[in-house]
């Protein structure tokens, strides 16, 4: 018995080692995206229909599912998020669904390291469980994926799919208080030129404080020794978000003057396109 023991782990042992490489039929697949300040990371693999009836067959409806093959999905933040009501920290986690026919429930898992489903299920590891509705795709996806889409400063949505079944999860990101905090900081030392600048822009873009963005955009002005085209382009912008109208015509004419030196074409563009739409 001993013998035929020691035969078998050398076969498999051998066998575990082939040299002959084959595709595998659920590729292991990752994404990087920043959103915002944070950067987010999927890690999954990717299974085929290949002809099969998958959710309430192949996947059974109401039962907790690995959202991928082989290795449970697995996500990470660099920052805080929240999910829902929830404040998910910087970390790495298991992504673990449960899929229904009309919506599916999203679990975050702390134990990040598993190979399909934990062992034991500990209801402690939890750390989100929401339920997200379920939508049907035109046109089906053959293989599983993930995918992150509807990308703002503050939040992205994380979709599900496969076949037919689309599961859209809103992911928000603290993106605002973070910039906030770097300003105050960086103000409240010696800000250069350009963090003025970049506070300015950013001020315009979230519709903060258009009266504060138009004071910083005018000392980035004021402080740069050669005032470039695209400088000139976001000084008219924040004044015209303050109602100064004429006043980001005449800022304007400057920005499509040096755009023209520049010869950058989309700039004279957009430089012309604003001081028609302001002018009306």
Aim: aromatic share 12%; proline share 5%.
């Amino acid at each position: 018995m001993k013998k035929y023991l020691i035969i078998f782990t050398l076969l498999a042992f051998s066998y575990s080692f082939s040299q002959i490489k084959t595709p595998q039929p659920s590729p292991a697949a990752s994404m990087n995206q920043m959103v915002g300040l944070t950067e987010i990371e999927v890690e999954y693999s990717r299974p085929s229909m290949r002809g099969r009836e998958i959710f309430g067959n192949l996947v059974p409806y109401d039962k907790i599912w690995r959202t991928g093959a082989n290795e449970n999905s697995v996500i990470s933040f660099s920052t805080s998020v929240k999910i829902g009501d929830r404040t998910v920290p910087a970390g790495k986690y298991s992504i673990y669904t449960i899929p229904g026919v009309d919506s599916w429930d999203f679990i975050l898992y702390s134990d990040a390291n598993n190979w399909g489903l934990p062992s034991e299920w500990d209801k402690n590891k939890v750390i989100v469980k929401i339920n997200a509705p379920s939508f049907k795709q035109v046109f089906p996806i053959e293989s599983f994926q993930f995918s992150m889409v509807d990308l703002s400063n503050n939040s992205f949505t994380l979709g599900i799919a496969w076949g037919d079944v689309y599961i859209p999860i809103t992911i928000d990101i603290p993106t605002r208080e973070m910039v906030e905090k770097n300003i105050q900081d960086v103000m409240g030392k010696q800000p250069k030129a350009s963090d003025y600048y970049a506070a300015a822009v950013y001020y315009r873009q979230e519709n903060i404080n258009i009266e504060k963005a138009v004071e910083w955009i005018d000392k980035a002005i004021e402080m740069s020794e050669e005032v470039q085209y695209w400088q000139l382009r976001q000084q008219s912008l924040i004044y015209a978000a303050n109602g100064n109208i004429k006043g980001a015509i005449k800022v304007a004419k400057k920005a499509l003057e040096a755009a023209k030196i520049a010869n950058n074409k989309d700039y004279v563009k957009m430089n012309k396109d604003s001081i028609e739409e302001w002018s009306n």
